[in-house]
């Protein structure tokens, strides 16, 4: 997949695609229903074109964050489902100024040359959201590119979308996120140099920042573990804490893996990990025995059910 951040000049081999445009947060069955309608619409490679920063982190950069997925995290996910060209728009005051004319005109067909565009039935574009998916068929009828509306997409009779798949992370439930998501919960980024106390309480864990990123559930999870790069390149078993670590009074949330029979330095790497199963919350204990016990239940449960 070939990931364009500057698309002022585009080669004429990155033009011309069927693209599907939107945020892609979590890249959920909506979003991927829509991928499908994209890449059967024209005869013509499959793109996405998304923003960076997310418009909602441009207008509300104060607001907690909310974010599914980082861009890097959304690139593996759209390069899995055979997006052939990724266009990062950067979101910046003079986008956001665009009428829904302008973008329609300026963007998509003089900048990006698509032949064909798919969006959900609530997209919104342009200045104030003023554009509608209805003014988006008319631009393109007008200026020379299809337009598909894909309706919405629901899972187990509830309509799918970024906003429900939060609440279902933040009340511990990973496996009805997934059933909206089509696929686990992932969070992805470069391990960090953490204390290293769980090396010298026998559990070495991988530490990761959640910096940016809709946090779930404060506790313990079973997760399945993707170093993405590196020497020990593959994919693993783990148990995870996510959360601010009371034992230790550290209050930055964090995500700590432990990688279950793993030998070998992950500093620097970059790590996909799957929330499969939420265990139980955050605790702080009274010793360390008794975290150590607690951590070796934690890793037979997690264990059994990946198993």
Not at 1 to 11: E, G
Not at 79 to 96: K, Q, T
Not at 192 to 211: F, H, K
Not at 263 to 288: N, Q, W
């Amino acid at each position: 997949m070939r990931i364009h951040r500057d698309t002022t000049f585009l080669a004429d081999k990155d033009r011309g695609a069927t693209a599907a445009i939107g945020n892609f947060d979590g890249v959920h069955l909506g979003h991927q229903a829509i991928l499908k309608i994209a890449a059967d619409a024209a005869d013509a490679p499959l793109g996405v074109v998304t923003f960076e920063p997310h418009p909602r982190e441009y207008f509300f950069p104060d607001a907690p964050a909310f974010r599914l997925m980082n861009s890097e995290a959304k690139a593996h996910r759209l390069e899995s489902l055979g997006v052939a060209h990724l266009y990062e728009l950067g979101f910046n005051a003079r986008l956001a100024e665009l009428t829904p004319r302008a973008f329609a005109g300026e963007v998509l067909r003089d900048r990006l040359g698509l032949v064909h565009v798919t969006i959900g039935a609530d997209f919104r574009f342009g200045k104030d959201r003023e554009g509608t998916a209805e003014m988006l068929t008319e631009f393109g009828s007008e200026m020379g590119f299809g337009v598909t509306v894909a309706d919405l997409v629901a899972a187990s009779g509830t309509e799918v979308s970024s906003t429900r798949i939060r609440e279902a992370l933040s009340e511990g439930r990973p496996e009805d996120a997934a059933q909206m998501l089509g696929h686990l919960h992932r969070i992805e980024g470069p391990v960090e140099r953490g204390d290293q106390r769980g090396r010298d309480l026998g559990y070495p864990t991988a530490n990761m920042s959640l910096d940016g990123l809709h946090q779930p559930k404060f506790g313990v999870y079973a997760v399945r573990v993707r170093v993405q790069d590196g020497d020990h390149k593959g994919d693993y078993d783990g148990v995870a804490s996510l959360g601010v670590r009371p034992m230790f009074g550290v209050n930055r949330p964090n995500l700590e893996t432990h990688v279950f029979d793993f030998k070998g330095d992950l500093y620097g790497a970059h790590l996909s990990v799957a929330l499969v199963a939420y265990l139980r919350p955050e605790e702080k204990f009274d010793s360390l025995d008794a975290l150590i016990r607690q951590m070796d239940a934690d890793s037979a449960r997690a264990r059994e059910i990946l198993g």
